[in-house]
């Protein structure tokens, strides 16, 4: 079994597009990478995260809001540009209290899926290290799709 455990990792990394990015030192590649993702999102943007105060994204996120895109933000207590986020036509805010949210999953049209350790904070991500990596793999968007549905399911509309 270990065996075969072994073999489907080492196809799965040979096939896989995983962008790792090593943040501070790699930040503006990620911010570049995930802010032009979001720019050409048509559909969805699924973000979960305990909390959210990204400024340098959230242009990024008012403008797919204004061309259509549908923003689903799940966190556990919602301030920062969550609370701003939900003046826009097209956005849904969660708050998901059963447990602590401890990291972050991005969701982009069901195409690329991003994860990384902590709140989806700009200044701590520009102060602390910490790993991200992004995928367009589709086990691991089916995966991430899953557990966002759970976690969905789980939450309360912050307007009800």
Partial sequence: MIKLIALLFTITIANANIFPFLLPDEGSRFNHYLQ????????????VTPSLNYPSLRKSILRSISH??????IVSKPSGDALRFIAYEG?????????VLTDTLILIDNSLVCHLSGS????????????????DESLLILAAQKQI????????PYLQ
């Fill in 36 to 47: 032009t993702h979001l720019k050409n999102s048509q559909k969805e943007i699924i973000i």
């Fill in 68 to 73: 259509g895109t549908h923003l689903n933000l």
């Fill in 91 to 99: 956005v849904t805010l969660y708050s998901y209290t059963p447990r």
């Fill in 120 to 135: 989806l904070n700009e200044k701590s991500l520009s102060e602390n290290v910490s790993s991200v990596w992004c995928s």
């Fill in 149 to 156: 549905t759970t976690l969905i399911k789980r939450s309360k």
